[in-house]
């Protein structure tokens, strides 16, 4: 079992520029979580999807940002363009939807936008 | 009002040491409990989900109190690769069971 597998690992670009980040989820997972984590506000939920559909976009901070699932084995979040503060440490994960403890996460991808 | 608080830290405890963590959350509804482990820039992982009975692992000992809205972790006999950030988690059923995070509390365990 390969794990969730994010890319890139890291990321640095300048403001205004568009970035996407990607996840794989574990086969046979149909949960898929968006988490941001920074020192200030820690582990913040972004978006989450269930068999490929939203269920619930409350956390993306405002419509710079955009989240698709296109299939059950990708899915990408999107800034554009790209701030300062987004700066952050960007988590996928996923799961079972009938099994609510097996979360797994993924290595996250480093954003730096200067 | 954070949904789920806990104290920072830093815990700087010597090996073979006992130390405990709180946490408190604010929604009466939650519903399943559990404690996460990172290591410095890492991903988070599950150490221990939390019972209302109590549960313990080894070292590690959870409690929870559902009337004071209340999680602890205990670590007994610390050790050096104790040393990590401890999450408490709670996950609400009406919310789709998503889990929601402490800003967590950093341990470092010294020889």
């Known amino acids: 079992d390969a794990g969730v597998i994010q890319s890139p690992r890291h990321e640095v670009t300048e403001m205004g520029q568009e970035v996407t980040l990607r996840c794989k989820p574990i086969s046979g997972h149909n949960s898929l979580f968006w988490y941001r984590q920074t020192m200030m506000r820690g582990l913040e939920l972004l978006i989450y999807f269930n068999n490929n559909v939203p269920i619930d976009d409350s956390g993306m901070p405002e419509d710079r940002f955009s989240a698709k699932m296109p299939n059950a084995s990708f899915s990408t979040l999107k800034i554009q363009p790209s701030e300062p503060r987004d700066s952050a440490v960007y988590f996928c994960?996923?799961?079972?939807?009938?099994?609510?403890?097996?979360?797994?996460f993924g290595s996250g991808t480093r954003l730096t936008v200067v | 009002r954070k949904e789920v608080e806990q104290d920072p830290g830093p815990f700087n405890v010597p090996e073979g040491a006992t130390v405990a963590f709180n946490c408190t959350y604010s929604n009466s509804a939650s519903q399943s409990f559990f404690w996460y482990r990172q290591d410095c820039r890492k991903e988070p992982k599950l150490l221990m989900s939390?019972?209302?009975s109590g549960n313990e692992d080894g070292r590690f000992t959870a409690q929870l109190n559902r009337a004071s809205q209340y999680i602890s972790l205990l670590i007994r006999d610390s050790k050096l690769s104790d040393s990590a950030t401890y999450l408490c988690v709670v996950t609400v059923k009406s919310s789709g069971d998503k889990l929601t995070f402490g800003t967590g509390t950093r341990l470092a365990v010294r020889p």
């Open positions: 994960a996923s799961r079972r939807l009938d099994y609510s403890y097996g979360y797994t």
């Open positions: 939390v019972y209302s």
